[in-house]
């Protein structure tokens, strides 16, 4: 923490979006196993990521997330039934390339959003391909998300080439979870299997970057506090900033709010300033 602040990588970054911030915490993750020693901070509306290695740029960054893999056959889980009544445990699940790091927070149900009738290690996958290395504004990069392993190729038994199947999000991104109620879109694009678009690198990030970066717990259920910090620190240290412990820092307060009348799916919502006691 003794060099200047220069910064190698920089992303622009909306603080008042929890998703963009909790992958902000997750790029600085993969950026320390990439590259020894990362360190980060935020500087106004950037997120700025600083080593000592030449190859540590924002390319390089976003194609390592592109590339991950995970441990286990790809195809054990393909029942891919998305209904609501199929429900089942979310079991942990371990990155294997290009570095190794177990993701389990979501054993945390009150910052879990999604349901057990989703399937989470694809939607994380789905995720990471769709994420464009070139793409210099990258949490703002939005898309429709497909599997990784869609079949586009004529069996010998149909005509017809068999459609990708399209990926919902986490809903971190609180630009899908402050719309996402029926009643205030005007119809269900779930009801209507509508093709939506979703933010990958925010998505794909948030998941890793939780494992390590969790929000304070208020006395409200599902009600989070998380703080941004103006210095640069390793990411060892950075869940205690995260935190609101370290340095100086603005807070932000979220709730993870129900987004279905069922109650089993949840999203990240806007976040709004709060003052520091």
């Known amino acids: 923490m003794s060099r200047s602040p220069e910064s190698t990588i920089r992303v622009r970054v909306d603080p008042t979006n929890p998703g963009q911030f909790f992958a ?34 924002l390319p390089a960054l976003l194609a390592a997330a592109q590339a991950i893999c995970l441990a286990g056959d790809p195809d054990a889980d393909d029942d891919d039934d998305d209904s609501d009544e199929i429900e089942r445990e979310s079991p942990p699940f371990v990155i294997t390339s290009p570095v190794s790091l177990g993701l389990d927070w979501w054993q945390d149900k009150s910052l879990k959003t999604w349901a057990g009738s989703m399937n989470e290690r694809k939607i994380f996958l789905a995720m990471c391909n769709a994420i464009d290395p070139k793409y210099d504004n990258p949490l ?14 004529k069996t010998a038994h149909s005509k017809r080439c068999s459609k990708p199947k399209k990926r919902e999000p986490f809903y971190f991104d609180a ?20 093709t939506t678009v979703a933010y990958p690198v925010v998505e794909a990030m948030s998941l890793v970057g939780l494992q390590r970066c969790r929000p304070k717990p208020t006395d409200m259920p599902r009600v989070f506090d998380y703080f941004i910090w103006n210095m640069p620190l390793p990411v060892m240290v950075v869940p205690v900033a995260v935190s609101g412990l370290v340095g100086n820092i603005y807070g932000f307060r979220f709730m993870n709010a129900f987004r279905t009348s069922q109650k089993k799916h949840k999203a990240f919502n806007p976040a709004t300033p709060i003052q520091r006691r």
């Open 140 to 153: 703002n990069q939005r898309t429709v998300v497909f599997d990784t392993n869609a079949r586009s190729s």
């Open 175 to 194: 630009r899908r979870g402050a719309s996402a109620w029926s009643i205030d879109v005007g119809f269900s694009t779930d009801s209507l299997k509508l």
């Open 24 to 57: 902000c915490c997750g790029l600085l993750e993969l950026a320390d196993r990439l590259w020894k020693g990362a360190e980060g901070w935020f500087e106004g509306g950037i997120f700025c990521i600083r080593t000592e290695e030449d190859t540590a740029l």
